[in-house]
């Protein structure tokens, strides 16, 4: 069983920018999707974005598409969530999955491992 842990997580003031990592403890490449998704208090864990391998399809929720960027580096067995101009709304905890099959994109219940989350706080 692949263990995922992220890490990244912090305090950043609005408009401000932060990058999460994903490490995992196998080969990401035999992971076809990589996910985020992130789960603020008393709301349900919510998609933020998703990229596959090997032919990099990139899939955003839209309250976060032109801010967030995703990404992997398979000989490095971690994604990344890059995130610029970040508001208050998305403060959360931010979680990493991974897909081996092709399940839906933004389905939490598709995704078979998970990490154990990074905090995210952002001040207004």
């Known amino acids: 069983q692949v263990q995922l842990v992220e890490s990244g997580g912090g305090l950043v003031q609005a408009g401000g920018s932060l990058t999460l990592s994903c490490a995992a403890s196998?080969?990401?490449?035999?992971?076809?999707?990589m996910g985020w998704f992130r789960q603020a208090p008393g709301k349900e864990r919510e998609f933020v974005g998703t990229?596959?391998?090997?032919?990099?399809?990139?899939d955003y929720a839209d309250s976060v598409k032109g801010r967030f960027t995703v990404s992997r580096d398979n000989a490095k067995n971690t994604a990344y969530l890059q995130m610029n101009s970040l508001k208050p709304e998305d403060t959360a905890v931010y979680y990493c999955?991974?897909?081996?099959?092709?399940?839906?994109?933004?389905?939490?219940?598709?995704?078979?491992?998970w990490g154990q989350g990074t905090q995210v706080t952002v001040s207004s």
């Open positions: 999955a991974v897909d081996r099959g092709f399940g839906r994109p933004s389905n939490p219940s598709d995704y078979d491992y």
């Open positions: 196998e080969r990401t490449s035999d992971y076809y999707r």
């Open positions: 990229v596959t391998w090997p032919n990099n399809n990139k």
